[in-house]
């Protein structure tokens, strides 16, 4: 008679095996969090730039910057919108743009996950971020949001 061999894995090996995964995804987790915090911050420094660019190549094509009543962000973007396109969304004639998070200080390590930035532009008609609702001064690097 041949005896016949169990296959499959037992309780506790995937117990174990679940174990472990768990382990290690508690160190992964927050890691990834972080990332993925920096890389919204980066795409709105980016959308800041971009928005620069584009104000400067307007002003070499006509010898001055778009100008509009109360820095009116909608009519600013739409003599921009040669240059940038049309791809932001306006909300009550503000430009807000999600941020991966905000520290309260510099030094601080506690971050504040999540957020927006308001574009405005400063009274040199040069485009910079201001914090907007309950986000801090300082994005997740440390640096000023007034200052990027």
């Known amino acids: 008679m041949k005896k016949k061999k169990n296959k499959g894995f037992s309780v506790i090996e995937i117990v174990l ?3 472990v995964i768990g382990i290690l995804s508690s160190f992964i987790a ?3 969090r972080d990332y993925l915090a920096l890389a919204k911050d980066s795409k709105a420094i980016n959308i800041l730039q971009s928005l620069r660019m584009a104000n400067e190549t307007y002003y070499l094509e006509n010898g001055n910057y778009p100008s509009s009543k109360d820095n009116n962000m909608s009519e600013i973007l739409v003599e921009l919108s040669k240059y940038v396109g049309d791809k932001f969304e306006l909300v ?3 430009l807000l743009i999600d941020i991966g998070g905000s520290k309260e200080s510099a ?3 506690e971050i504040k996950y999540g957020g927006k930035v308001k ?3 400063n009274s040199s008609k ?3 971020l201001t914090p907007h609702g309950d986000t801090s001064n300082f994005n997740i690097r440390g640096d000023e949001w007034s200052k990027l």
Do not use: S
Request: hydrophobic letters at 40%; aromatic letters at 6%.
């Open 107 to 109: 030094e601080t390590k």
């Open 92 to 94: 009550e004639n503000e």
């Open 17 to 19: 095996v679940l174990g």
């Open 126 to 128: 040069e485009f910079i």
């Open 30 to 32: 927050p890691k990834v």
């Open 119 to 121: 574009v405005d532009l």
